[in-house]
C-alpha cells in the first residue's frame, strides 16, 4: 500500500478508497483470500490504466494543467511595473522587463489570455427569452450574429445569414430553403432546411413575404432573434469533396435566374471548384480551390448550364449568327469566299480521318478532376495541338534537342515503299497497305491519313512502348486524335500552340522568312490567305477541343514560345496536377 500510494501517478479516487478498504478491514465480514483479492485488484497496474482512460474520455481530453492559473494577468503586469519603475534606471533586468512588459505584443497577448480566462468572449448574446405557451407546437430559438452574409435576393429566395428563405406554396408559411455551407447558419448547427420561421427579434412573420422578412433583417443591428418550428428531417449538411474544372466563365450578377446574386460564385473558363453540396437539382454550393473563404458560394449545376448552352446554340442556329457559321465543322467563315475543307495548296495529312463522330460538337460545363503527382519512372506525354503551320513541328524539335535521351517522339508507319537511305524502324516501319488497313479498322491508330495513294499513321501502341520505356513522349498530332489519346492509361498533358493575331503572324512569320507548310515544295512563305487559313483552322480546334487543352502558349515569338514550352515539360515531370479524376482511381 505504501508503495502505491507513493507513486503520484496513480489515481487519487483509487488510493483513497484502498486507504478506506485497510480501515475497515477488521470489522469487514471477509476472508483474508477476498481482502487480497480486492486489495490486488484495488493495486494493479491495468484498472489505475483504465480508470485514466475513462477520465480522459468523460473530460474530453482536458488536461487540468491547461487551465488558467490567473484571469487578471494584465493588472499584475501593471503591479509589476509600479514595482520595478523605480530600480529601471540602475538595474539591467529591471530595465530590460519594465521595456519588455510595454511592448504592445505583450500586452496583446495578456490581454487575449484574460479574456479567454474570464471567458469574455465576443459577440455577448443577449438572455434567450423563456415564455413559451405550453399549447405551441415544439418550438426553436436561435440567435445569430448579423455579419457580411449577403441580405438581398430575388424574386420569392431571400438569404439570411448564409441561409434562403422562401414561402412554401402548401402552407403559405416562411421556411428555410437553403442553408449555404460555411455561412453563420450552417457553423451553429442550429438552422436546417425545412424549418418554419415564426418570428425574427420578437416581429410575427406570419402572413409575410420573404422581402418583409428580409426588411426586418435589414433594419436589425447586432444578434438576429429567430423563433423556428423544427422541420421533421434534422439531416446536417454533408460536405462533399468533389472537384471540378469549369469549362465556361460566369458572373452571378448577369445571371437573371440566380436565387441571389449576392450568394453567387463567379469564376472563370480552368478553375478548379470544390463542390460541397449537390442537393439542389439547378444550384450547387461551391467554393473555389484554396479560396479561404469559408462561406460557399451559388454557381448553375451541370444539368442548368447544358440546358443553357443548348437553348443559346439553337437561338444562334435559328437566328443564322456569323460566330455561330464561322466555327462549324468543316466551313469558311461567311467573309471568306471559300471553303475550309478544300484548300488549293499542299493536303495536309491525317486530314482524311475527319469524320462527324470526331467533329460532334460537345457541351463542356464542368470535368471532376482529381491531383496526379509524379511518379518516377513514368512520364506523362506532352501532346502539341495546333492548326497546320502554327510552327509546333519546330518546337517539338527544339525540346527533343535538349535532350535526346529523355524525349522520344513515336516513329510513324506507313504503306509507301521505303526512299533511297531510309531504315526501316528508324525512319518510318513499312508495312503493307493491308496490313495497316487491318489495323486501322481494329483502331491500333491514333491517328492515320493517306498522302498520294500511300498511308500513314501513328500507332497506340508506339506511344505506350515508349511511355513503359520511361521516355517522356513528345507528340504532335491532328487535333482529332486527342479522344484517342486522352486515355487513363497514357495520362497526356495537352498544350495547345496558338497563333497570335492575323498582324502579328504575318510580321513575325515574315521576319523569320517561314517557310510555307501548305506548299508541298516548302520553297515560298506564307500567302494571306494561308494565314487566315491558320486562324480559322484555330478557332475551329478551339471552339470544339478547348475544353481538353491543359495548357495554351501563343506562338507569336518562337523563342518566347520555346521557354514557356521548356517550363511547362518540366513542371508535368515535377509537380502535382489536375486531371480527370477517373485517372487517379
Known amino acids: 500500500m505504501t508503495a502505491v500510494m507513493a507513486n503520484g501517478n496513480w489515481d487519487p479516487a483509487l488510493s483513497r478508497l484502498l486507504v478506506s478498504l485497510e480501515e475497515a478491514r477488521q470489522v469487514l465480514p471477509s476472508s483474508e483470500e477476498e481482502f487480497g483479492f480486492l486489495s490486488g485488484l484495488l493495486q494493479s497496474k491495468e484498472l489505475h490504466a483504465l480508470v485514466k482512460v475513462h477520465n480522459k ?9 491547461f487551465h488558467p492559473t490567473v484571469s487578471n494577468s494584465m493588472q499584475i503586469a501593471l503591479d509589476v511595473l509600479d514595482v520595478i519603475a523605480p530600480k529601471a534606471t540602475s538595474n539591467e533586468d529591471c530595465k530590460n522587463l519594465f521595456i519588455l512588459l510595454q511592448k504592445p505584443h505583450i500586452q496583446g497577448l495578456l490581454c487575449a489570455h484574460d479574456a479567454v480566462a474570464q471567458k469574455d468572449y465576443f459577440p455577448r448574446l443577449p438572455e434567450i427569452p423563456l415564455e413559451v405557451d405550453e399549447d405551441e407546437e415544439t418550438i426553436k430559438i436561435v440567435q445569430l450574429v ?43 448547427g442550429l438552422i436546417h432546411v425545412g424549418d418554419e420561421v415564426c418570428e425574427v427579434n420578437g416581429i410575427n412573420v406570419e402572413g409575410k413575404t420573404p422581402n418583409d422578412v428580409l426588411k426586418i433583417l435589414q433594419a436589425s443591428e447586432g444578434t438576429i432573434t429567430f423563433k423556428l418550428v423544427p422541420a421533421d428531417s434534422k439531416s446536417g449538411l454533408r460536405e462533399s469533396k468533389v472537384r471540378v474544372r469549369a469549362h465556361f466563365d ?36 461551391a467554393r473555389r480551390e484554396g479560396d479561404r473563404n469559408m462561406r460557399a458560394g451559388l454557381i448553375p449545376s451541370r444539368a442548368l448550364q447544358e440546358r443553357r448552352i443548348i437553348h443559346e446554340r439553337t437561338q444562334k442556329e435559328k437566328s443564322g449568327d456569323e460566330s455561330k457559321i464561322m466555327i462549324l465543322p468543316g466551313c469558311q467563315s461567311p467573309k471568306s469566299p471559300r471553303c475550309a ?13 475527319e469524320n462527324d463522330d470526331f467533329d460532334r460538337e460537345e457541351i463542356a460545363t464542368y470535368e471532376e478532376v482529381a491531383k496526379l503527382y509524379p511518379r518516377p519512372g513514368l512520364q506523362r506525354p506532352l501532346v502539341l495541338i495546333g492548326p497546320p503551320g502554327v510552327g509546333r513541328n519546330e518546337l517539338k524539335r527544339r525540346l527533343i534537342a535538349t535532350d535526346p535521351d529523355k524525349y522520344k517522339t513515336p516513329i510513324p508507319y506507313t504503306s509507301r515503299p521505303p526512299k533511297h537511305g531510309e531504315v526501316n524502324g528508324k525512319d518510318y516501319f513499312f508495312v503493307t497497305r493491308e496490313k495497316m488497313e487491318e489495323d486501322i479498322e481494329a483502331s491500333k491508330f491514333i491517328e492515320f491519313g493517306e498522302y498520294k495513294g500511300n498511308l500513314y499513321g501513328t500507332s497506340a501502341e508506339s506511344v505506350k512502348s515508349l511511355v513503359n520505356a520511361g521516355y517522356v513522349c513528345i507528340l504532335n498530332p491532328h487535333y482529332q486524335a486527342l479522344k484517342m489519346l486522352r486515355t487513363p492509361q497514357l495520362k497526356p498533358y495537352i498544350i495547345y500552340i496558338k497563333p497570335p493575331t492575323f498582324d502579328v503572324l504575318k510580321e513575325t512569320r515574315n521576319a ?11 520553297s515560298r512563305g506564307f500567302t494571306d490567305e494561308e494565314f487566315h487559313e491558320i486562324l480559322h483552322s484555330s478557332e475551329r480546334i478551339e471552339f470544339l477541343y478547348s475544353h481538353l487543352f491543359d495548357e495554351v502558349i501563343v506562338n507569336a515569338d518562337l523563342s518566347v514560345a520555346f521557354e514557356q514550352l521548356v517550363r511547362v515539360a518540366s513542371k508535368v515531370e515535377t509537380e502535382p496536377l489536375w486531371v480527370p479524376a477517373s485517372w487517379v482511381q
Open 57 to 65: 474520455i468523460i473530460n474530453n481530453g482536458k488536461d487540468e494543467k
Open 250 to 285: 460566369y458572373t452571378s450578377s448577369t445571371d437573371p435566374y440566380i436565387p441571389c446574386k449576392e450568394a453567387g460564385l463567379d469564376f472563370k473558363k480552368g478553375d478548379i471548384l470544390h463542390i460541397v453540396s449537390q442537393d439542389d437539382a439547378y444550384w450547387w454550393q
Open 146 to 188: 448579423k455579419s457580411s452574409e449577403p441580405l438581398s435576393g430575388a424574386q420569392s429566395v431571400e438569404p439570411i445569414v448564409g441561409a434562403t428563405i422562401k414561402t412554401d406554396e402548401q402552407t403559405g408559411k416562411i421556411v428555410i430553403a437553403r442553408i449555404m455551407h460555411g455561412g453563420a447558419a450552417d457553423r451553429s
Open 341 to 353: 475543307s478544300k484548300p488549293k495548296t499542299k493536303k495536309i495529312m491525317y486530314d482524311t480521318a
Open 512 to 522: 523569320a522568312y517561314a517557310r510555307s507548310t501548305f506548299d508541298e515544295t516548302n
